[in-house]
């Protein structure tokens, strides 16, 4: 343990907290192909806001020759001396919601052309079961001319990151762990017991670890297709489906999820990587993937009930004005991956109407980028004919919101945090 060096491969939302926390024991270099997030990180910023920034600053180091401590870097010279190499990068879907593995394939490549005898590689990115022996170790047995479980090593730990969450931070999270050889699997184990206050699983094998990370995120998003389900069921008869599930959560063992736009770079992601897998095999996934259809359209269904409201009260929809509160995938968060609230605002676009996005804690460059919105950090002043809140920053409970709607306006609460004056919530 005292001869460890590690490279980091991928310093966003997994990777810098998975880097600040190992460099406090050992020699880290965090590795990134963005050179305005290494500048970033080096001077002490990190702008996704899971490390703050007197933390961060109290194990960056200037240089990759260090006992302890975070170097951070793009180039590929400072983690050629490293020996144990973790890959953080991102997995996304395309949009006929088909894995894309390429960011996989290019980690692995460049850690190949440092990789030497002995090194261990370690895949923490969400895959499906067979993706770090099937996909990525052929690429680093190509890209460095060495064998596997002979020259060099593989471990597979999923990342259990919650962005946002500053209460379950990293370390608080119990790790699972696993190795390509039971010898391996204990390396990597003791590695991360190091640094895990919450402490390790190790899994038997590689493929069990990547089967456990896919079906985390595939349970809740089953459950939460079941809690929208019933929403608009519920909708249709006229019962507020909260006041129902605050009723039967009063029963020791009913599970407290709640309705709402399922997005974000796990929940909405995993079923369809562990579909993809299993349509290989020849077994169609039908509830993984009802879930799936019934989560993705909610956007399009909260919309839909805007819209109706603003019609019973004779709103001219074209031309029509509509605050979104919210463009993150989640509260008191600036990430935007793969976020829902998008659906919900391009389907009220789609009637003609002039939709403004407030988000106070959204990258409003991130947002053009990605999605060719426009979004404010200002409170706007203006009146509006509907407002929709769709993400449940701390910001949007302190606003007095009906003092920005017209004297008809409609006040829909995606996320049931507002009291009961709102028109109507999902």
């Known amino acids: 343990m005292n001869d460890i060096k590690i490279a980091i491969l991928g310093l966003g939302y997994v990777g810098l907290p998975l880097a600040r926390l190992f460099a406090t024991k050992y020699p880290v270099v965090g590795f990134d192909i963005n050179q305005e997030r290494i500048d970033e990180l080096r001077k002490g910023h ?26 951070c870097s793009n180039q590929l010279a400072d983690i050629a001396d490293c020996n144990y190499y973790i890959v953080t990068v991102p997995t996304p879907v395309d949009s006929t919601n088909r894995p894309i593995l390429t960011p996989l394939y290019k980690a692995s490549e460049t850690v190949g052309q440092v990789l030497k005898k002995g090194d261990t590689v370690i895949y923490e990115s969400t895959v499906y079961p067979g993706v770090t022996e099937d996909e990525c170790i052929p690429v680093l047995e190509k890209q460095s001319g060495l064998i596997y479980n002979k020259d060099f090593f593989a471990g597979y730990s999923p990342e259990r990151i919650n962005p946002g969450d500053k209460e379950h931070t990293v370390e608080k999270i119990l790790k699972v762990t696993s190795g390509s050889t039971p010898e391996v699997g204990k390396k990597v184990d003791a590695l991360y017991a190091s640094v895990i206050t919450a402490g390790t699983h190790l899994a038997p094998t590689i493929k069990v670890a990547e089967a456990a990370k896919v079906i985390e995120n595939s349970q809740r998003d089953i459950n939460i297709a079941f809690v929208n389900e019933l929403a608009k069921i519920f909708n249709l008869m006229g019962i507020d489906t ?57 956007g399009k269904y909260v919309s839909s009930e805007v819209i109706k409201l603003m019609v019973q009260r004779d709103i001219k929809i074209k031309g029509s004005s509509i605050l979104v509160l919210g463009i993150t995938f989640k509260e008191n968060c600036p990430d935007v991956r793969n976020t829902k609230a998008v659906d919900v605002i391009n389907n009220l676009k789609s009637y ?75």
């Open 46 to 71: 990190d702008s996704t806001l899971e490390v703050e920034d007197d933390i961060l600053q109290g194990v960056l180091k200037d240089s990759p020759k260090m006992e302890t401590g975070l170097f």
């Open 242 to 298: 909260h006041d129902v599930l605050e009723a039967a959560g009063t029963k020791w063992n009913f599970l407290p999820f709640k309705p709402g736009l399922v997005g974000g770079h796990c929940i909405g992601v995993d079923p369809y990587y562990l579909a993809q897998k299993a349509q290989e095999f020849g077994y169609h996934p039908e509830i993984i993937l009802a879930g799936r259809r019934m989560n993705d359209t909610m």
């Open 352 to 426: 003609g109407t002039n939709v403004t996005i407030y988000d106070p804690w959204a990258s409003a460059k991130q947002v053009e980028h990605e999605y060719q919105m426009k979004v404010t950090k200002d409170v706007p002043t203006e009146k509006f004919d509907a407002i929709v809140l769709t993400v449940a920053h701390k910001e949007f409970l302190e606003m007095e919101l009906k003092s920005l709607l017209k004297p008809e306006g409609v006040l829909y609460d995606v996320k049931g945090i507002l009291k009961k004056d709102v028109d109507a919530r999902l």
